[in-house]
């Protein structure tokens, strides 16, 4: 396949392909391992998702940092814990389908097919087509397409994560009087009073469907995160201590970034019928 002029195909590590983007909207990475969009700087702003700058670049192995794709479970997989945390799909390479230009931005289209190795961890025929244009608006959306003969059912997630100047005078809107699941210790049900701010770890579930706006005045803007065919609003940060524990991030990288992400999970995940399909997106935008 031919490249437009503004995508370049380059090899982080030998083996490792990498789409660098130079547009007039916008500069960007995307990797073909999982799909995963790395970078995104709209033109005239600082960048917008955050990379670990210890981020493990490896085949198989999941990137830290911009958008990963949890799929097709959630966390821990919910019967076999020796299953990959958040699926497969963003261990694997996917194939690129289309990429394309225009002076609006780069629009570029992955797809990610059942095979014997995908057989051996969830039993279903399927297609999962991953969509990014990269603009002055992020725009990315996973479509699942069943193959199969039989219904099944998917819990999936744009881990999306975006940096902030100080996590500490962070706010996010859009998810006051809204029940959350708290993860942290014990899995609790609580109720959102008033807009989210952050002074410990964070690791909730909220039960919303709705577009947040996240307002970080270190930096001195808004960032808006709009969400489509997803009834989960995921919101984490690490905090100290395990962050610690993360070998891929920095101890004091916490402070820097927050995850807001578009997701079906617990009683939000959705079922597909047979030949049927799945779309669940997210927008990203200063």
């Known amino acids: 396949m031919s490249l437009p002029a503004s995508i370049t195909l380059s090899e982080a590590i ?19 391992n999982g799909a995963h969009v790395m970078e995104w700087t709209p033109t005239g702003h600082s960048p917008v998702l955050y990379l670990s700058p210890e981020a493990v670049l490896e085949p198989g192995k999941p990137i830290r940092g911009g958008i990963p794709v949890c799929w097709p479970w959630f966390n821990a997989h919910p019967s076999d814990a020796s299953k990959p945390m958040h699926g497969f799909a963003r261990n694997r390479p996917w194939t690129l389908m289309e990429a394309s230009e225009s002076e609006e931005g780069v629009k570029m289209s992955f797809v990610l097919c059942s095979d014997a190795a995908t057989h051996e961890l969830w039993p279903f025929e399927f297609e999962a087509h991953l969509t990014v244009i990269l603009g002055a608006k992020l725009d990315v ?3 699942t397409i069943n193959k199969s003969g039989s219904e099944f059912s998917v819990a999936e997630a744009l881990h999306t994560y975006l940096t902030v100047g100080d996590i500490a005078q962070v706010t996010v809107k859009g998810l006051a009087e809204t029940t959350y699941l708290d993860t942290v210790g014990e899995r609790t049900l609580r109720h959102q009073t008033g807009d989210i701010t952050f002074d410990q770890e964070v690791d909730r579930q909220y039960f919303s469907g709705g577009t947040v706006v996240v307002e970080d005045p270190a930096l001195g803007r808004k960032l808006t995160v709009e969400k489509n065919g997803s009834g989960t609003t995921v919101v984490w940060n690490p905090w100290i201590e395990k962050s610690k524990r993360l070998g891929d991030l920095p101890d004091e990288a916490y402070h820097q970034f927050l995850c807001v992400e578009a997701a079906n999970a617990g009683e939000a995940v959705v079922t597909v019928p047979p030949g049927g399909a799945h779309v669940i997106q997210t927008i990203i935008s200063l």
Do not use: D, I
Not at 14 to 32: E, I, K, M, Q, S
């Open 14 to 32: 030998p083996g490792y392909p990498t789409f660098t983007v130079n547009h007039a909207t916008c500069t960007a990475r995307v990797a073909l």
């Open 141 to 143: 959306s996973l479509q």
